[in-house]
């Protein structure tokens, strides 16, 4: 009886086992799983914890700085001799928030706005420190600012960086001076935030009727740039709020 060629019972002897390649695909599935779960807890993680981890090391940071600059003098001062000040986080907390206090306090009634106006022509005439404090002044200004002219309150889409292609934008006001000179248009101040750090971005003049409304807060538009479109926003409810404030007004008016 002759004997089976070599080569059939190699052949026999490759052929993977049923059960072997379908635990080999069901391993491959579960790594796949795990590596798409890990990737998605990783970017929530980071979203999660970002705003509040440069949150709280900002506020940190200021605290520590105003402490090590000036608690140590006023100890010095009023004890003699006194090197350093103890570790007293709260206490460097209150005396911070003393300080700023005091400054405004003085900024607003003693000093007055001619001697605000009388350090502001100083400044301007130093080359270097008149481009820093103005533009710290106008960041800050923009910040603080109660009216609605001066901040981020408006979503809007323009085209850019081409026509046809879109981009989330936030509107700080009309153009004034020699940039609104520039055009016959109407032009508003347009900040275009970049992915995935909003911080950064470009300054755009865009006629007003080129500006595209989009009805979300200038919160979850922060959001959406961040994420990359991965993390998309509710409307705003404009019509239900209206709703809810008619029926507040409806009653007194009954009256």
């Known amino acids: 009886m002759p004997s089976p060629a070599p080569g059939g ?18 391993f491959r599935r579960m790594a796949r799983l ?3 779960a890990i990737r998605r807890y990783f970017v929530a993680g ?4 970002a705003p509040i981890g440069v949150t ?3 506020i940190a940071s200021i605290v520590i700085w105003l402490d090590s ?5 006023v ?3 009023i004890k003699p001799g006194f090197d350093e000040a103890p570790p007293l986080p709260f206490i460097g907390m209150l005396f911070t928030f003393v300080v700023i206090i005091l400054l405004g306090v003085l900024a607003r009634h003693l000093f007055g706005g001619e001697f605000l106006r009388a350090w502001e022509r100083l400044m301007s005439r130093v080359p270097v420190a008149r481009n820093i404090y103005s533009g710290v002044k106008q960041l800050f ?8 002219a001066q901040r981020f309150n408006r979503v809007v889409a323009v085209e850019y960086p081409r026509k046809g292609v879109y981009a989330l934008a936030f509107t700080t006001g009309p153009a004034m001076g020699l940039m609104q000179e520039i055009s016959e248009a109407t032009l508003i ?6 992915t995935p750090n909003p911080t950064s971005g470009f300054y755009l003049l865009v006629p007003e009727d080129e500006l595209v409304s989009v009805d979300i807060t200038v919160e979850d538009a922060f959001k959406l740039v961040m994420s990359a479109g991965l993390v998309t926003p509710q409307r705003r409810s404009s019509d239900v709020q209206d709703a809810q404030t008619l029926a507040v007004e409806q009653p007194g008016s009954a009256g």
């Open 75 to 77: 100890l010095k001062l």
């Open 9 to 26: 019972s190699a052949s026999v002897r490759s052929m993977p086992h049923p059960i072997t390649s379908a635990l080999a695909r069901t």
């Open 189 to 194: 101040n347009c900040f275009v935030p970049t």
């Open 141 to 148: 200004e923009a910040i603080f600012s109660t009216t609605q």
């Open 34 to 36: 795990l590596g798409e």
């Open 56 to 58: 709280i090391w900002a």
């Open 69 to 73: 600059l000036l608690l140590p003098r």
């Open 46 to 49: 980071v979203l999660f914890f």
